[in-house]
Structures are given as C-alpha cells and as structure tokens.
C-alpha cells in the first residue's frame, strides 16, 4: 500500500510541528461520528453542501498554484488537480449529493458558511501574498487530512462497517485512487520546498499549515453544528 507521504519530507515535519491542532482535525468529533455511524444525517448534508462550495475554491487555489509555478512540472502538476476537481471531483460530489436528497440544481443556491468563507479565503489570500510554497502548504492539509482520516477510520476496531451510512464516504477516501492524490500533493511539497526554501523558513511555513489545520476543524464543527 502506497505510503501517505515520505518520512523525512516537509509535511511530516509540519504535522509534528503542529500536532495538537492536526489532531483537532483528523480526530474531531465529527470524524469520529463518521467512524461510528453516529452522527446526525443533517449534519453531514450541511456538510456535503458547503463542501461543495468549498471545492469549487479549491480549484481556483491550484489554478492560482499554476499561475505561481515557474517550473513547468510545477504547473503541470496544478493545471492536472484543476482538471481533476473540475472534470472528476465536481461531478462525483454532485452524485454522491443527489444520493443524500441533495438536487443538483440547489447546491449553488446555498450560501457559504462563515467556516467556508474563513477557510477558502485564508488558502487564495496565502497564494496571493505568498510564493507557491506557502500556497501548497496551506492547500495540503485538506488531501492529506482526509487520507489520514479514512486511513485512520479503516484501522479503528470501533468503526461501524454494516449499516453506517457513512460508510461509502470513508471507503472513497481510503481508496488506492485518493491515497495517490494525497502522496503526489505531499510530493510536491517536498519537491518546493527542496526547490524554494531554506530552514529559516519553516516557522512561517508551520504557522500557514497550523491555521489551515484549525480551519479544516472549523469547517468539521459547522457541519456538525449546522452553523450559516
């Protein structure tokens, strides 16, 4: 099974670095309500829907990510995320949102959470001021996250596998499809910041990926609270 990511790359040393507000996510209450099945199904429907919002964001950041790269693998790398969350992502959320009672035709007639807002805008606002570094940082906790989640929820002896509704979410995040997506963007971590830093740059680096680690839990506790 492909590792997650390499042991002696950046994310692992921004993951330790930051490991109370990483926990804080991959562990947050509203995971673990996945894992049993226990939590409330119009929880995670606000979820889908502002999910949704959200990864059409997501595909503006790696868009930007292009148009910051200045290494053609670089924005390659980017253009093909686009592609996939666009071409790929987009569509499967909306089917998997029409399995939930969810229209298609609603989804963009919701307005986005303040979680949404906060986090979506934080990740364009880091690639806007920053280099190409710092905009990957702040994107990778959302991919890498989900892999450890399911990853995590996969291995726990506790995990409701007959009748969780939950269940085909967990699945597609612990899939060998997601598991590549995940490796490949802590690859291109690694591979900028062997390319464009320094040591002297990891406490920025740590405070960018720290925030988004605390705003991906947000984003789990407005699901779970059902919060505008």
Known sequence: ?????????????????CKESWEGYVDHPFVRGLGDGSLP????????????LFLIHYARAWALASYKADALDDMRFAN????????VEMGLHIAYCESWGIPAAELETFEEAEATLAYTRFVL???????????????????LGYAEIAARLNADPRR??????????????????FRAVARGTAD?????????????RFATLATTFDRACRLEASFWRMGLERTS
């Open 1 to 17: 099974m492909t590792a997650l990511w390499a042991k002696d790359g950046l994310f692992e040393k921004l993951r330790d670095a």
């Open 41 to 52: 199904a119009e929880s995670f429907k606000h979820y889908l829907v502002q999910d949704y």
């Open 80 to 87: 093909e995320s686009v592609k996939a969350i666009l071409d």
């Open 125 to 143: 606002e880091a690639g806007h001021q920053g280099d190409l570094l710092d905009l990957a940082v702040a994107l990778a906790p959302c991919a």
């Open 160 to 177: 409701r596998i007959d009748g969780n509704p939950y269940d085909a979410w967990i699945a597609m995040y612990a899939g060998a499809e």
């Open 188 to 200: 291109f971590v690694d591979r900028l910041w062997m390319t464009r830093a320094g040591g002297g």
